[in-house]
């Protein structure tokens, strides 16, 4: 109700604060005997983590997480997964001159509203800090969507007005963590850091565009009317901080096109499987995939604190001005790309299990 | 679970195929003491509903409600309103043809893989027909947020490659329904009717901009993580019939403004009350309504049936053309405003009375 | 969020009041490829109707059902079910006297204070009638259920003072439409025949017990923590109107047995399958189904309507006489068993659905 | 959906097995504002702990909590509350014999078939150490409730064959606390005491029953159809380990009454508040609470652990014996009154937010 989980069937609950003892959670739904591989938790958790590269904040946490119920042995035991990640790194006296300054497009004055109280530390829930969380449950359920072949991958196709322009099935995902910026495409990721370094020494900050797809899905994957899969999708995007957009397929650029343009031919592969000869559709078609790549687009703005001095108000509704300092990212839109496919991941095992209840015989 | 209900306190939960016997639904959580002005459902359902101008399919449905429960002497009794629309029209003959092909961008492929089996006369529940039960049960929404002020205002803002470049906050809603496409600009709407008019005649489709306005929303709507007010909002348009993308606030465009240029001040308006004195944000910041107008851009595809022959398969795998006949819109967009306003209401409804749990004492 | 929806993947939503347009409701979750036996329904709602026999009330509703989506020539399509139920036979005025006064032990009071205001014709959403909808679901979800064997018999065990006691395993259920109460022993049914005339000609009335036994039950369906499978089928049956109390297995007695004396010891039966030699864990151990037979009581108290003079309030608070005229059930109890099976029906199939969640591979 | 879960609005989501790390949950939707007890978390983990008197298991957990994120300065945020309770006191080699063995009565052979595998440690989820989260929340919840004015009193009315005869409202629930079996009457409290001690020297063990009263409820708590208050106190109990039964008012005993003896007539109190002159409801009717006492009872069975030598089979289905050392209850229920009181307190802090949607205005 308070929305802090996510899925109906492979679920994600949230808690914490970036300023309290620890951030966690509970994932329930994820079916027993799964072995987990810790290396690669290890490694989604490292790519979303503050202090990775020069182009990020120096700011650093180990996000150290430690599992505390659910894995037996290695395995998971069917039961839910709870696991904790302590908040380290606090300096509470960096956020007490904003204890009663509303810091703009930060969620200081919604949050006062919306509870009548607050913690002012860091943004307490809006904190990014809570998608390390999110990091850890999507590595594992991408572990168990291996085991249907899926697999998901997301980089970066724009950093501020720096744009990469290839289809998305001409991209070496291999290349992806390469770049300091997540760009697979070694000219692109260089205009994008150079854009990103004159952005740091002004203090100033910008958002981007992740693209992400996802390979090998099952026909069938996602509900007809509400829970779309592109809807849930949608919502998976949209609750990643800094998120202002999302599209998939042809996307916005659908709507000025004609349907003669748009469709796609459904035809059959060398092995006889029924395919489409093209995929403006994205790999969905009325809600459900067709088994054909997903792929969609997300828009991040830049992250509100910048290190300029900016004008605001009070609790008491007076002028003040407000200069923040510290060490922030100019840029996050690198470090959310574990984010986008950890959330992604958490959609498509919700549905790959729901898809277990379609039918009267499995 | 199988992502017929949505909401969580004021939700909505559909069912009907559009040859079946009727589409209907469920609201519950509606509180009880609403006084229902059955002319604004009216309204709403006479601006979805097939036929309504030459620029749409000449199609007619009458989309007759009847109001089965939850309502007694036109007052809200607080317990689940039921309600049905049945279907006429109905011409099984016309699908019979299409029984064993897959028609493309359909879902006549997806529905075949994910149940085993389908109702293969006319889209079954991915028939946009199922959206008239979301019409009727927002149009009961939007009189629930009236009682809080809160209104709801969407219209097209573009049309295949004819588009309006106006702010929202400059728009005169009071004339989207003079025009027959629903864009309140006479200039743009001539435009775009003469651009449906030619692809009519080629028995082509195109696609379009949906524009929403929500004005006068509390601040305090919306949870901070995974329930984000827009993120809500986005499952909500994704979940209709040919939406391919969703944003909101500054959207795409914010993925390359710095964020000195972007971000929201505080200020203060004459009355003393704590505004933004822009409005990039969308009135909404950390996912929670910071009671500045809210507006997003919503967009379509093309109806997936054209009147053109098209390549495609058939159940065994086995290449056929299809060549569709019939009625139907070579742009729906102007039908789907009653649409988007319905799912925003339902979204606003929602979190209107879910913030009424935040607070120890209300 | 408001109740009116049971079960998490098979669901049952039921709407309407006993004298509105209709009741109603939707199963959504049902998964596709189910053949309906439309004559299994029709013989569980004429178990339940009103006027079946002259131990039961005199007032007559044909409850006729109409299945509006989600059935295709026969077989469930995944998409869900809408049904509904017309009320016939109303007199509103039978009611118009008690508009104003709260009848003893029924809903009144509670429904205007909960809504603020109620439709005062015969008990709104509180009315029996509700449970029609779902005796149509419940057999629904036997027919699926039966689909992996599992069978389920409901029967009158008491009725007022007269109870029958034999074990549940001695138990010949064929025998139970036998009798007029639903007891499958003549004499005991005899007995409790007798016992509801004498009551009905004094205008009183009488509760009773109703046992109910699933069979062939695959072990592994339920929920280790706050789902247990027990505590399902308890809410299940509490949610049944005037039913006050449930027990399973060895029940209230348990409280006073000693361990040594009420452990169920593993064995094997011929053909090697694990099995235990008593039954007093009533076939679910841990909140998980053992493989053995499940077995619960379930106690009605009469039902509120009696046809004497009673003392009452009014609105106001006066006091005030009240004495009730016209049909009612002087036992409701054997119209009841239909209802209880159906609950526990829906409460099976739900967890069997669910237990194709639990492990990786299926 | 994997049943960890309990609440609609106020919600609690527990993980932890009883040899893990720790067991530990989500408290989701708790009101912001409300200042937070410590001590009376404290009093009601301890009056739950083992080892707390001569009659329960001489082993000792501590049982500390650790609040993680919700709470700030001691006043809850409304944000969720993630909380954790180490495990200590493990000695895994106690169970290593018991790996291959199926506990008579235990969940070992149920979670082995559910899961496909299971830590065999101390009965994972099903340990009844999980209830300590339970009493966790509970505690919470009923400081949110206590605001108001709702008191929940739970005691021990019978052990074994020893019972407590007088009615829910002459008992002093100030002395249940002075007996180490609470029950509140002096000498039924010796007659337990003395029984149990009876039982403890033949290592066996007994069920008994808890009374639990509700005071202060205003009218208007619940939902009309399946979501009756009493439905989900029935499930809420029933979820607790090694409960058999559940009543409420006049219970199992109603089955057998007469309606005319039965029914509680309407009067007003001298503040000329509408009252029952009876309570055989117990405090609910139609499934919402009238204003009066709510009291039901809980069935417990001994726990199922006994120290005698038990026939069983291991899981290769060999016959085997089996002969538990070390420390048990031989009766739990003066343990399990928190836990009651607990369950009871998450039901009534559901409905008291949930009653705030039922009107247009509050």
Redesign the interface.
């Known amino acids: ?6 899925g ?2 492979f ?1 994600l ?5 970036s300023h ?7 994932i ?2 994820c ?4 072995s987990i591989d810790f290396s690669q938790i290890d490694k989604q958790m490292s790519r979303r983590k503050p202090g990775q590269s020069s182009v990020t904040t120096s700011r650093k946490e180990d996000d150290l997480y ?5 894995v ?1 042995e290695g ?8 696991f ?1 990640i302590r908040n380290q790194d606090q300096k509470p006296g960096d956020y007490e001159k904003m204890k009663d300054v ?1 810091r ?4 200081d ?3 006062e ?7 002012h530390r860091g ?4 904190s990014a800090r ?1 998608t390390a969380a999110r990091v850890f449950a999507g590595s594992i359920a991408s572990q ?1 969507l291996a ?1 249907s072949g899926i697999k998901i991958n997301a980089f970066v196709s ?1 950093v ?2 720096v744009s990469l322009n290839k289809p998305y099935d001409q991209i070496d995902f291999a290349k992806t963590d390469d770049s300091l910026v997540r760009c697979p495409d070694k000219k692109t990721s260089d205009e994008m850091i150079g854009y990103i370094e004159e ?1 740091k020494k ?1 203090g ?6 992740i693209q992400c797809v996802v390979s090998n899905v099952p ?10 899969l ?10 990643i901080n800094a998120v ?9 650029a ?7 343009a ?7 592969d060398v092995a ?3 395919i ?1 000869k093209t995929n ?3 790999g ?8 054909m790549d997903i792929y969609f ?1 997300v ?8 290190l ?1 001095k ?4 009070n609790k008491a ?1 007076e ?1 003040t001005e407000l200069e923040a300092a510290g060490r922030h990212d100019p840029c996050v839109v690198p470090r959310a790309v574990p984010i986008v496919e950890a959330m992604a991941a958490l959609v498509l095992a919700d549905h790959l ?10």
Chains 1, 2, 3, 4 share one sequence.
């Open positions: 109700m308070a929305g802090n989980s996510f109906k069937v679920t609950t949230t808690f914490g604060e309290g003892a620890a951030i966690g959670g509970v329930d739904g079916p027993a005997g799964l430690e599992i505390l119920s659910g037996y395995v998971t035991t069917g039961t839910p997964i709870g904790i509303f703009p497009s930060h969620s004055f919604t949050y509203v919306k509870y009548g109280l607050r913690d943004g307490g829930r809006s809570e168990f085991h724009q501020g007005t952005l002004k100033d900050s910008t958002g981007g565009i026909a069938g994957l996602g509900d007809p009317v509400f829970d779309k592109h809807a849930d999708l949608s919502k998976a995007m949209l609750s202002h957009g999302f599209e998939y397929g042809s996307g916005f659908s709507a000025s096109m004609m349907g003669s748009h469709n796609d031919e459904f035809s059959t006889g499987k029924i489409t403006r559709s994205g969905i078609q009325g809600g459900i995939s067709n088994g687009n828009a991040f703005k830049h992250v509100a604190t910048i300029q900016q004008n605001t108000v509704g002028s299990l729901r898809q277990r209840l379609s039918k009267l015989k499995q």
